[in-house]
């Protein structure tokens, strides 16, 4: 059924484009033929008045008379030969100019609710499965009668599964505040190296499949918002583990250079395409589609972590990993002493 609908959606598409280049190119084909039909009726007009002129005006007995009215006649001919250059070339213009940016604008848009309908499907994934764990972790707790250890898996998955729920929410909301410049960063000196530390603890609890392996120096200091660069950090370690395999090391690094604080998150996945690279922190944008794409997410998670970094003045990229994989790289200004 989702395949079916994908390929109506496709066929949807590729009409609405036929029919506006056909509308395009029969509007300048319009365009033109207004064109050569104002030429040729000026060139009717002005062999009219010429034809006029010879049975009222004598070139022989009035030739000073005679050549004037013809110059006034070849002028106006110019003339509107020149005002209707002038208007077809202004109209052509125009007709490019807003058919490139309508042929923009649509495109935008219907990637735009592609993005949104692969967002909302990925949120409904997203919440129903760990809402799903809860509900079956609650069953359980109250039909069964579970010795202390069980018990404590239970609530430890539990517990997992809200902080998955929290996590998720936070990144919807924080991305609307966003959008609506409605969030205020509370702007005071965190320690980067803890803060990172801390992450990758919360992270290795989360993902025992994977090992985190942290090279950070001690001490970094950064003038910043604590709860959103710790979100941002959370994203790049949760996208590292997400897209590496099971057993896979990421690790995690923190250095000073000059008057910056680098962090580094590498992992051992398939890594990204050049061609993937800077459409990746776009809003709800994910590789491949919400059918075919294994991996849990919303699109979000990134485009925040830009956001954020660009909020503090730093800068984010991501670079291949050799053999294989990704490291996203951050720059952050040093908190001055």
């Avoid at 496709?10 to 030429?39: E, H, N, P, V």
């Avoid at 962090?263 to 994910?286: C, H, L, N, W």
């Amino acid at each position: 059924m989702k395949r079916q609908k994908a390929v109506f959606k496709q066929k949807s598409t590729r009409f609405i484009t036929y029919f506006y280049f056909f509308l395009l190119i029969y509007t300048l084909a319009a365009l033109i033929w207004w064109g050569i039909s104002l030429m040729h009726q000026s060139d009717i007009i002005t062999e009219s008045q010429e034809q006029y002129l010879r049975l009222t005006v004598d070139s022989l007995q009035y030739p000073q008379r005679f050549n004037q009215e013809m110059e006034r006649i070849a002028h106006e001919e110019r003339m509107r030969e020149f005002k209707y250059w002038g208007e077809g070339i202004t109209f052509l213009v125009v007709i490019l100019i807003g058919a490139a940016y309508v042929y923009r604008a649509t495109r935008r848009q219907i990637l735009l609710s592609r993005q949104q309908n692969n967002f909302m499907m990925a949120v409904t994934h997203e919440l129903k499965s760990p809402i799903a764990a809860l509900q079956l972790n609650l069953e359980t707790l109250l039909k069964r009668k579970l010795d202390t250890d069980k018990q404590q898996k239970l609530l430890e998955s539990m517990l997992g599964e809200t902080n998955r729920l929290n996590h998720l929410c936070n990144n919807m909301l924080l991305a609307s505040q966003f959008e609506s410049r409605q969030y205020q960063m509370v702007r005071e000196k965190v320690n980067l190296s803890q803060l990172l530390m801390q992450c990758i603890a919360e992270q290795q609890r989360r993902a025992p499949s994977h090992q985190i392996v942290a090279h950070v120096e001690p001490d970094v200091w950064v003038n910043g918002d604590m709860l959103t660069l710790s979100l941002a950090i959370n994203n790049l370690i949760e996208n590292a583990i997400k897209y590496s395999p099971r057993g896979s090391t990421v690790e995690l690094g923190l250095r000073r250079e000059q008057n910056l604080a680098l962090v580094s998150v590498a992992d051992e996945g398939m890594g990204i395409p050049d061609a993937e690279k800077t459409k990746i922190f776009q809003r709800f944008y994910r590789i491949g589609n919400e059918n075919t794409r294994k991996t849990k997410g919303t699109g979000l998670g990134l485009y925040l972590t830009q956001k954020i970094i660009h909020e503090h003045q730093g800068i984010i990229r991501v670079l291949d990993r050799k053999p294989h994989g990704s490291i996203f790289e951050i720059a952050l200004p040093l908190a001055r002493e």
